[in-house]
């Protein structure tokens, strides 16, 4: 799926992240399993990451980062009339996540729902909730984009163990007077799911029903490289931009090979790219935001900034938003 705003301008006024107090670094993660900083370092460039204590759930950790997304836009809870979650970890199946959020936040007109779309469930949520508002059925949403994949990891898996992290973020969707939303690609191959995927985690049955993540590190790394190119590339053509247009490069934080692939390959400069990924491992849904939040701090979303978020993961999924940033929020 491709396509451009419809004219309606919808922006991002307010953003919020959050992550569990607890680092794991990669030398406490060679006392559990056969690995070592070098090797975690060499192949993905991750050096720690936050792991949630035994009884933190999502909610636990999206809920402060929804509380500042909204303070930062200076709304009440009330104010929000749609609440979309993506995660692959809720709290559990139902309720959502995100009507446990709703509820707890004290959001009662909001419709809420979760969303799964493995890694890239941030950028398909973004888009989502774009849609609506564009469309004039939400007057203001909060997207929450958060993951405990600790909670569904084999931790005698050396191969996944090392390679993710817990983390969420929010943000709100609203009218904006400039800038906003320029389009988003959306894709999935179902075909390739069986590259990293939750066996037995729902209605089918499979002989071993222990449900952990499992993963074919190098065909994902294929599918990864392929798709972070494909998609930013079709967008950018699609809105009419170009990568010299672009001010800021969010990718998915899943591995600083694939990053720096990526980067090369689209001919990004350095200094246009948000790296995070050593400090907090892939975050799944929590990966974009909180990497948006790093490039706010570092003084990289001014207004009028060309923002280019590509994401990709399980599913397998990939997404790419276009986002001109604005701080100038259009309300009645
Ligand atoms: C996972 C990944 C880092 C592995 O790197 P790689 O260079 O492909 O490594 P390989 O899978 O070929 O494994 C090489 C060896 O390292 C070993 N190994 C795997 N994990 C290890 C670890 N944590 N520590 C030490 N050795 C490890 C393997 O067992 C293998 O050993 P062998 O050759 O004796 O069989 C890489 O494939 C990757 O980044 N894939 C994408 C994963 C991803 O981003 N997933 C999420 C997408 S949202």
Known sequence: MIGVANGRRVGITGLGVHVPERVLTNEELSTLVDTSDEWIMSRTGIRERRIAAEDEALTDIARPAAIAALERASLEPKDIDLLVCATVTPDMMFPTSSAILADELGAPDAAAYD????????????????????????????????????????WTDRSTLVLFGDGAGAVVLEHVDDGGFLGFELGADGGGGRH?????????????????????????????TRVMIYSAEKLLDECGRTVEDVDVYVPHQANVRIIDYATKKLGFPEEKVVVNVDRYGNTSSGSIPLALADAEKDGMLKPGALVLMTGMGAGLTWGSALIEWTDEVRRQ
């Open 115 to 154: 969303l799964l779309a493995g890694c890239t469930g941030f950028v398909y949520a973004i888009a989502q909730a774009y849609s609506m508002v564009a469309a004039g059925l939400s007057q203001r949403a909060l997207v929450v984009g958060g993951d405990v994949l600790s909670k569904i990891l084999d």
């Open 196 to 224: 990293l995927w939750l066996p037995g985690s729902g209605s089918r049955r499979f002989d071993d029903q222990e449900s952990f993540v499992k993963m074919n590190g190098r065909e994902v790394f294929k599918f990864a």
